[in-house]
C-alpha cells in the first residue's frame, strides 16, 4: 500500500510595505547599527502600519496570493492552520477571520500558539489530517504583528522583532516527496525567560499593567539564546538522525530567523555548511510563526524536487521542533 504524506504544493509570502531600519532605530532608542547586526544579524525589519490592520490582514494577504499562484479556489480548502502569537483577538481566532477575508466558508479553523515555533507545530498537525486520508487541501498561515507588542524603549527587545506571514498549501503525495518526519517539544521552565506578563486570564488589562508595561514582549537574552542554541540544534541533529541522513544529504538549512548566531550554532550542530542555509534575517527581523515560510517564500527559486529540507524553530514557552521533508515543486 502507497504511504500518503502531506507535501507542500504552494508558498506565498506577505510582508508589509514599511520598512524600520537599524538607523531609524537610532533615533528611538540608545543603539546603533553596528550593535545590532554584529548581535542578530538584523539590517531592517517591515512594520504593519495603519488603523484596524492585525496579523489577520497579513495572513490574509499571503493566503490570497497562496490561492491565486496555485489556481485553488476557495470552495476547494478543506482545513485552515493559523500559526500565530498576536491574534487579533482573544477570540474569534485569527484563523476564522482570514477565512472570511479570503471568502474560505463553512469549514473548520483554528489557531495555534507555540510562538516562534508555531509554523513547525502547525505544519505537523496539519500533515496529520492529510496522512489520515481526511482532507485534501490544507492552508497553513504563520503571521505574526509582533510591532504590536514590542516596546519600542526597550532596546534589548525592539531592535529583534518585525511584522509579517505566509502560508502554504498541503496536499497529498504518493510519490515519496513531502513531509516524511517532525519533532516537536516543550518544557514551561521556560515562561520566565521569554513572555508577555499581561493581557490573559492571570493577568487581564488593568491601569496597573499598562503602567507596568506588562503587555509588551519580555525577554531574557542569555537564558533565551542558551536554550535555543542547544534545543534548536539538538531537535535539528535528532531528526536527521532517526532518518539516517548525513550532512550531505540535507539540500537546505530553514532555520527560524531570531538571531544569526543561534542560526550559526546550529547549522555548525548539523554539519551544514552556511551556503546551505536559508537566512533572510536582515530584511525582515524575527517575524516569530511568519519566519519560516517567508524564507520558503524567499528561497523557492532555488529549490529543487526532491530536496531534502530541514525545518528547525525554537520559541518562548519554551516550545522547539524541527520538520524532515522532500520539496515536490518542480519539474
Given at each position: 500500500?502507497?504511504?500518503?504524506?502531506?507535501?507542500?504544493?504552494?508558498?506565498?509570502?506577505?510582508?508589509?510595505?514599511?520598512?524600520?531600519?537599524?538607523?531609524?532605530?537610532e533615533?528611538?532608542?540608545?543603539t546603533?547599527?553596528?550593535?545590532?547586526?554584529?548581535r542578530?544579524?538584523i539590517?531592517?525589519?517591515?512594520?504593519?502600519?495603519?488603523?484596524?490592520?492585525?496579523?489577520s490582514?497579513?495572513?490574509?494577504?499571503?493566503?490570497k496570493?497562496?490561492?491565486?499562484?496555485?489556481?485553488?479556489s476557495?470552495?476547494?480548502?478543506?482545513?485552515?492552520?493559523?500559526?500565530?502569537?498576536?491574534?487579533?483577538f482573544?477570540?474569534?481566532?485569527?484563523?476564522?477571520?482570514?477565512?472570511?477575508?479570503?471568502?474560505?466558508?463553512?469549514?473548520g479553523?483554528?489557531?495555534?500558539?507555540?510562538?516562534?515555533?508555531?509554523?513547525?507545530y502547525?505544519?505537523?498537525?496539519?500533515?496529520?489530517f492529510?496522512?489520515?486520508?481526511?482532507?485534501?487541501?490544507?492552508?497553513?498561515v504563520?503571521?505574526?504583528?509582533?510591532?504590536?507588542?514590542?516596546?519600542?524603549?526597550?532596546?534589548?527587545?525592539?531592535?529583534?522583532?518585525?511584522?509579517?506571514?505566509?502560508?502554504?498549501?498541503?496536499?497529498?503525495?504518493?510519490?515519496?516527496?513531502?513531509?516524511i518526519?517532525?519533532?516537536?517539544?516543550?518544557d514551561g521552565?521556560?515562561?520566565?525567560?521569554?513572555?508577555?506578563?499581561?493581557?490573559?486570564?492571570r493577568?487581564?488589562?488593568?491601569?496597573?499593567?499598562?503602567?507596568?508595561?506588562?503587555?509588551?514582549?519580555?525577554?531574557?537574552?542569555?537564558?533565551?539564546?542558551?536554550?535555543?542554541?542547544?534545543?534548536?540544534?539538538?531537535?535539528?541533529?535528532?531528526?536527521?538522525?532517526?532518518n539516517n541522513?548525513?550532512?550531505?544529504?540535507?539540500?537546505?538549512?530553514?532555520?527560524?530567523?531570531?538571531?544569526?548566531?543561534?542560526?550559526e550554532a546550529?547549522?555548525?550542530?548539523?554539519?551544514?555548511?552556511?551556503?546551505?542555509?536559508?537566512?533572510?534575517?536582515?530584511?525582515?527581523?524575527?517575524?516569530?510563526?511568519?519566519?519560516?515560510?517567508l524564507?520558503?517564500?524567499?528561497y523557492?527559486?532555488?529549490?529543487?524536487?526532491?530536496?531534502?529540507?530541514?525545518?528547525?524553530?525554537?520559541?518562548?514557552?519554551?516550545?522547539?521542533?524541527?520538520?524532515y521533508?522532500?520539496?515536490?515543486?518542480?519539474?
Amino acid at each position: 500500500m502507497t504511504q500518503i504524506r502531506a507535501s507542500i504544493t504552494g508558498i506565498q509570502g506577505y510582508v508589509p510595505d514599511y520598512i524600520l531600519t537599524n538607523a531609524e532605530l537610532e533615533t528611538m532608542v540608545a543603539t546603533n547599527d553596528e550593535w545590532i547586526v554584529s548581535r542578530t544579524g538584523i539590517k531592517e525589519r517591515r512594520i504593519l502600519k495603519g488603523e484596524g490592520l492585525g496579523s489577520s490582514h497579513m495572513g490574509a494577504e499571503a493566503v490570497k496570493g497562496l490561492l491565486a499562484k496555485t489556481n485553488t479556489s476557495p470552495e476547494e480548502i478543506d482545513l485552515l492552520i493559523c500559526a500565530t502569537t498576536t491574534p487579533d483577538f482573544i477570540f474569534p481566532c485569527t484563523a476564522n477571520l482570514i477565512c472570511d477575508m479570503v471568502g474560505i466558508r463553512n469549514i473548520g479553523s483554528f489557531d495555534i500558539q507555540a510562538a516562534c515555533s508555531g509554523f513547525v507545530y502547525a505544519l505537523t498537525l496539519g500533515s496529520q489530517f492529510i496522512e489520515t486520508g481526511k482532507y485534501k487541501k490544507i492552508v497553513v498561515v504563520g503571521t505574526d504583528k509582533m510591532s504590536a507588542i514590542v516596546d519600542y524603549t526597550d532596546r534589548k527587545t525592539c531592535i529583534l522583532f518585525g511584522d509579517g506571514a505566509g502560508a502554504v498549501l498541503l496536499e497529498p503525495d504518493a510519490e515519496g516527496y513531502g513531509i516524511i518526519d517532525s519533532i516537536i517539544r516543550s518544557d514551561g521552565v521556560g515562561y520566565p525567560y521569554l513572555h508577555q506578563k499581561a493581557g490573559g486570564s492571570r493577568y487581564p488589562p488593568t491601569h496597573e499593567t499598562v503602567e507596568n508595561r506588562w503587555h509588551h514582549v519580555y525577554q531574557d537574552g542569555a537564558q533565551v539564546f542558551k536554550f535555543a542554541v542547544t534545543n534548536m540544534a539538538d531537535v535539528s541533529a535528532e531528526i536527521m538522525e532517526r532518518n539516517n541522513l548525513a550532512s550531505e544529504d540535507v539540500a537546505w538549512l530553514v532555520p527560524h530567523q531570531a538571531n544569526r548566531r543561534i542560526i550559526e550554532a546550529t547549522a555548525n550542530r548539523m554539519g551544514v555548511s552556511m551556503d546551505k542555509v536559508m537566512m533572510n534575517i536582515q530584511k525582515y527581523g524575527n517575524t516569530t510563526a511568519a519566519t519560516i515560510p517567508l524564507c520558503l517564500w524567499d528561497y523557492e527559486a532555488q529549490l529543487k524536487k526532491g530536496d531534502n529540507l530541514i525545518l528547525s524553530a525554537f520559541g518562548g514557552g519554551f516550545t522547539w521542533g524541527s520538520v524532515y521533508l522532500k520539496w515536490a515543486i518542480g519539474a
